[in-house]
């Protein structure tokens, strides 16, 4: 399956270009409509790796060093999450944002990622399944006490049509 991607490559391309022939990342960015920083990534993105750096990549996982490695980087060298993003050739800010959460809350631990069979999925299928089922069966029964009261609602409403009728016709 295919990563879902914002911009497409010729689109990158063309704006890194456009860069590179002296014009502001702020002018481009708003001409194109796009944010000026990522502009400026993929300038950056372009010197280091040619056309190639603005190829879209898949999904990769990163082993729990890796992201220490990062985590040290971005507190003591004090980098953005963009720099750390280019330095460490990661796609983006928000991948480094929650491993940062993760090791807050669980230190190395919440580095580790989920397998397919880890306690902690499993027990969210669990849930999710019975409160699917539930969710379901509770549904129906709101749905069959709405639907009976709207039947009433309407006998109700045709006996008054019926009276005012019956009413108009005798004098």
Avoid at 4 to 14: A, G, M, Q, R, T
Wanted: hydrophobic letters at 35%; glycine letters at 6%; a positive charge.
């Amino acid at each position: 399956m295919e990563r879902k991607v914002k911009h497409s490559y010729d689109f990158k391309l063309h704006c890194v270009e456009e860069v590179l022939r002296g014009r502001s990342a702020i002018s481009v960015a708003s001409e194109f409509g796009c944010d000026r920083s990522q502009v400026w990534k993929w300038v950056v993105l372009y010197k280091r790796g040619g056309a190639s750096g603005l190829v879209p990549r898949s999904n990769r996982r990163y082993d729990v060093d890796f992201k220490l490695k990062v985590l040290k980087a971005v507190e003591k060298k004090s980098l953005t999450l963009d720099e750390a993003c280019i330095k460490f050739d990661i796609s983006c800010g928000s991948v480094i944002r929650s491993w940062q959460r993760a090791f807050t809350e669980k230190g190395t631990a919440g580095l580790q990622g989920r397998t397919k069979d880890s306690p902690e999925l499993m027990a969210f299928k669990r849930r999710l399944k019975t409160s699917a089922e539930s969710s379901t069966k509770e549904e129906l029964l709101l749905e069959n006490e709405s639907l009976r009261a709207e039947i009433a609602l309407l006998k109700k409403l045709q006996a008054l049509i019926q009276a005012e009728e019956s009413k108009k016709r005798k004098p």
